[in-house]
Structure formats: structure tokens, C-alpha cells
């Protein structure tokens, strides 16, 4: 069976490009006024990449390929041609204003090498989110595994977990090598999104109330950190991708293009006493480990109870208040990859010529980068899948007979 677009993970996929891009916009933009709301999303970007493993591991095990090949395909076209256009916008770009890059550099992005944190193949300085599409590529192989052998879920699973935790207690091995090594334990991630839509198709569910006090949870350990380098430690942005993995389970449970309630087996579904044991040792965590600021501490806090007394209707709730938006975020989601590439090149150039005053910089950006991912999802993309269409029509089909001569 293949399932088309799911109406709740394309606005969750929705909700992961915007807090990139604003994350972006708002927390490497030069000279922006403070803002307590902006601040807040800018702290959440790379929680947001880990959302979208989640999202991407769970859509493509949504999808049933006839072939390796066509699997291979499909990926590679939805990702690479959008890629390489990108990478040549930041190379112009990074020419215009002057900004140095080698050739190593180059190559390192042409062949998704940049992610080895190895010096000379690090992404662009324009191109930096590009570090996440290298990962999704070793991911979409290790899927392919997956497949051929449906058992390695679980074991592959647990030892990226394993070394993702490992490396903390072991003395750090070479860039290049250590930055595998965060390749595949973030790959538990991917992989959580593969499980949970398993676990969905196989009748196992879990209630929207349990699904959303999960995510609250996931977003107060966030900011709870283990190793120095926090920005990717690995503690921190597994528990928010389990918050969100429960999320997104919950939605697919309730979607009848993924789960036939008839056919459910089973329901996961919290009780108070549970939720109120968690949200303790989550809040003890925050407010005995987290170096986050007070009134951030406080916000989360407030969040969590509330998810952790009335779930349920506050998730309902949200879907209510969220509702009127969602033909914007289906439009943004069917952006998203080409917003996540195209917006930090205009970053990047803005914050060099500083052309305007810093907020008209940032409306412009903004509404730039919208524009051209637009034009790169529904103008170039379309124009690729058409030309390649094409050719293997040309060569599938077979030579055309000669027209007889005239007379005979």
C-alpha cells in the first residue's frame, strides 16, 4: 500500500521548516532587536533536524517500493537535484562576497562527505544545513537493509543508541571518526520514525493525550544537556526525538490512511499516575542539570504540567486553534526541503552586505527565501522529473520502422 500525504505529519514537517529557518534568520541574523518568542525558537533548531529524521524514517516506511532501483530513485531524485542547485547558489554567492573556500570544500559537498567534521571537506559556509542531507543519505542505504531484512530494526536501533551514549564514556576517536560515529547514533532517530510506523500498521497505538504529554516531556530534557558540546549532544536531542517520535505515533494512529481502528490491538495510553512519575523525573532533571535560563526553566515547567493534568484536552485544543492555519503549513511543507537549503545562502549574503536596516533584511529573507523555494519545488523539481521522465521514455521505447519509399 502506499500512502500519500498525511494531513497532521506534513504540518508537523511544517512546524520543523519554520523553526529552522527562524532559528536561522532570527539567531544569526546581524543586529535583530531581542525578542523573547524568537529567542525561545532559536534555541530549537537542531531538536527541529531531529523531528524531521523522525518524519523521514516513518514517511519512507509509509511507502512500499517495487524495486531497490525505484526506491534508490526516488530518493536520489527528490533530493539531489534541489541539492546541487542550492550548492551552486552558495558557490556564487559565497564568490560575490568574497568568502573563501577550497577545493577539498567542494568535493566534500558534491559527494556528502561534509558531515565527517573533517576540515577540509566542511560544508560551505553558505551550505551549512547540508551536514543533515549527507546523514539522510547513509540513512536511506541502512533502510535498504531494513527491508531486505526486517529483523535489523531493532538490533541496528539499539546499537545506534548504544554508541550514541557510549561515546561518552570513551575518549574521543579523530574528527573524522567521531563524527560516524554521531552519524549513526543519530540514525536511532531515523529509525525511531520506521518503528513507530511499524508499530501503527501492526494495530499498536498510542492515545493523542499520552502522544502530546510525551512531546512536553521531550522538549523540557532538550534542555538538559550531558557532554559539553550541547548544541549536538546526543542525550539531549534523543529525548525530544522520543517526545516527538510519541507525537508523531499518536497521529498515526488516528490517521485511517496508516491504522484501521477496527484491526487495533492494542493502546497505550498514560494514566495520571504514570504522567505525574515522568514529568517528576523529567523536571528534576531540568531544574538539576539544565544550564538553561530561569524563566526558560519556568516556561517548560508550567508546559508540563499542564500536559501532564489535561492532555488530552489540551492537545484538542491545539488542534482546534491550529486548524485554521493548515492550508499554509501544507504549502510550507510541500516547501520545506527547498526552504531548509535556499534561505541560508540569502542569510549568509545579507549578513555580509548589510544592505538595510536589520529588520528589512530580515522581512526581505524571509519572503525571498519563500520565493525561491517555491521556484525550486514547483518549477525546477517538476522540470527534472519531467526531462528524466522523458529520456526513459526515449530509451524504453523501441526504434521507430522506416517509412517506406514513395512508389513502393
Excluded at 525561545?40 to 517500493?65: K, P, R
Excluded at 501532564?308 to 493548515?326: I, M, S, V, Y
Amino acid at each position: 500500500m502506499k500512502v500519500g500525504r498525511v494531513t497532521s505529519l506534513e504540518y508537523l514537517r511544517a512546524c520543523c521548516a519554520l523553526v529552522v529557518l527562524i532559528a536561522h534568520l532570527y539567531g544569526e541574523g546581524v543586529g535583530l532587536p531581542p525578542f523573547g518568542p524568537l529567542t525561545a525558537l532559536s534555541h530549537y533548531s537542531v531538536e527541529a533536524v531531529m523531528g524531521f529524521f523522525v518524519l523521514s524514517g516513518c514517511v519512507i516506511s509509509l511507502q512500499d517500493y517495487t524495486s531497490t532501483g525505484g526506491y534508490y530513485r526516488a530518493r536520489l531524485l527528490r533530493i539531489l537535484p534541489i541539492y546541487y542547485a542550492v550548492f551552486a547558489i552558495s558557490l556564487l554567492a559565497m564568490l560575490a562576497c568574497g568568502v573563501h573556500f577550497g577545493l577539498w570544500q567542494i568535493l566534500g559537498n558534491i559527494f556528502f562527505l561534509q558531515s565527517l567534521d573533517w576540515e577540509p571537506l566542511n560544508p560551505l559556509r553558505f551550505f551549512i544545513p547540508s551536514w543533515s542531507l549527507s546523514f539522510e543519505l547513509y540513512y536511506y542505504t541502512g533502510f535498504v537493509l531494513i527491508v531486505l531484512m526486517p529483523r535489523l530494526l531493532l538490533p541496528l536501533m539499539a546499537a545506534s543508541i548504544a554508541v550514541g551514549f557510549g561515546l561518552y564514556f570513551v575518549s574521543p576517536p579523530p574528527e573524522a571518526a567521531v563524527w560516524l560515529l554521531h552519524a549513526f547514533s543519530y540514525f536511532a532517530m531515523w529509525l525511531g520514525g520506521v518503528l513507530i510506523t511499524r508499530l501503527a500498521r501492526s494495530g499498536h497505538a498510542v492515545s493523542i493525550g499520552t502522544g502530546a504529554f510525551m512531546f512536553a516531556a521531550g522538549l523540557c530534557l532538550a534542555r538538559v544537556p550531558i557532554g559539553a558540546a550541547v548544541k549536538f549532544d546526543f542525550a539531549r536531542l534523543f529525548g525530544v526525538s522520543v517526545g516527538f517520535a510519541f507525537l508523531v505515533w499518536a497521529l498515526l494512529a488516528m490517521s485511517p490512511q496508516v491504522a484501521d481502528p477496527a484491526r487495533r490491538r492494542t493502546m497505550l495510553d498514560f494514566n495520571l499516575a504514570i504522567r505525574g512519575a515522568i514529568a517528576a523525573a523529567t523536571l528534576v532533571l531540568l531544574w538539576g542539570f539544565s544550564d538553561s535560563h530561569r524563566s526558560t526553566k519556568l516556561e517548560l515547567t508550567v508546559l508540563l504540567v499542564l500536559f501532564t493534568l489535561a492532555p488530552a484536552w489540551l492537545a484538542d485544543l491545539c488542534g482546534r486553534l491550529l486548524r485554521p492555519a493548515t492550508p499554509f503549513m501544507l504549502y510550507v511543507a510541500g516547501l520545506s526541503y527547498g526552504l531548509y537549503l535556499i534561505h541560508y545562502p540569502l542569510l549568509q549574503t545579507f549578513n555580509l552586505w548589510h544592505p538595510l536596516p536589520p529588520v528589512v533584511d530580515f522581512v526581505i529573507v524571509l519572503l525571498l527565501s519563500f520565493a525561491l523555494a517555491h521556484v525550486l519545488e514547483y518549477g525546477f523539481q517538476p522540470w527534472i522529473r519531467a526531462r528524466l521522465r522523458a529520456r526513459r521514455t526515449a530509451f524504453a521505447s523501441p526504434p521507430a520502422a522506416a517509412k517506406p519509399a514513395h512508389g513502393d
